[in-house]
Antibody, heavy 117, light 113 residues
Framework: QVQLVQSGAEVKKPGASVKVSCKAS????????INWVRQATGQGLEWMGW????????NYAQKFQGRVTMTRDTSISTAYMELSSLRYEDTAVYHC??????????WGQGTLVTVSS | DIVMTQSPDSLAVSLGERATINCKSS????????????LAWYQQKPGQPPKLLIY???TRESGVPDRFSGSGSGTDFILTISSLQAEDVAVYYC?????????FGQGTKVEIK
């Protein structure tokens, strides 16, 4: 079955960067786009962007343009999301999700990123 | 960006009764060349990632109980839970994937009355 396993929780200082990984199994990694969605505590879902693991092409939400970078290593079926210039308001759970024709069909367990001085 | 607006923000329904959630998009998410609405619904329970329930506005994901149904077209959509069960307590989100910049509704919290 499709499984997405994310890296563990992170604590970062304001201004630093964080890189979250998402390892896929149970399907051909390059067939499905990987999306990243974040959720602050008690808040709704916020879409950050997607990456085509086959080509490496990306599309980022305007809000995160210039601060987010999505990459992949196809040899180990792993996607990465790096967010730079962290602010307190970036504290959230970050999810990766595999998409089929745009719908987010499988989700990782989430990675808590805490921005704290 | 396409703005997705859900209503209500929360609702309380008695066990066995019907729950209805609305989702409105700021522009049509119907792709006329294939007559498909690029609209999905997700369920999120506390401490869990979201789960896909419905896609193409009305197609139930494999394994989703048939008490969940989706309807609507263009800009107005509805998620219906025909007979609310205790395990359906969750927050429900709509999402459009018509635009390359995907967007979610703000969520609707469903509780037991």
């Amino acid at each position: 079955q499709v499984q997405l396993v994310q890296s563990g929780a992170e604590v970062k200082k304001p201004g630093a960067s964080v890189k979250v990984s998402c390892k896929a199994s149970g399907y051909t990694f390059t067939n499905n786009d990987i999306n990243w969605v974040r959720q602050a505590t008690g808040q709704g879902l916020e879409w950050m962007g997607w990456m085509d693991p086959n080509s490496g092409n990306t599309n980022y939400a305007q809000k995160f343009q210039g601060r987010v970078t999505m990459t992949r290593d196809t040899s180990i079926s792993t996607a990465y999301m790096e967010l730079s210039s962290l602010r307190y308001e970036d504290t959230a759970v970050y999810h990766c999700a595999s998409a089929i024709a745009g719908r987010l069909s499988s989700w990782g367990q989430g990675t808590l990123v805490t921005v704290s001085s | 960006d396409i703005v997705m607006t859900q209503s209500p923000d929360s609702l309380a329904v008695s066990l066995g009764e019907r729950a209805t959630i609305n989702c409105k998009s700021s522009q049509s998410v119907l792709y006329t060349s294939n007559n498909k609405n690029y609209l999905a619904w997700y369920q999120q329970k506390p401490g869990q990632p979201p789960k896909l329930l419905i896609y193409w506005a009305s197609t139930r994901e494999s394994g989703v109980p048939d008490r969940f149904s989706g309807s609507g077209s263009g800009t107005d959509f509805i998620l219906t839970i025909s007979s609310l069960q205790a395990e359906d307590v969750a927050v429900y989100y709509c999402q459009q994937y018509y635009s390359t910049s995907r967007t979610f509704g703000q969520g609707t919290k469903v509780e037991i009355k």
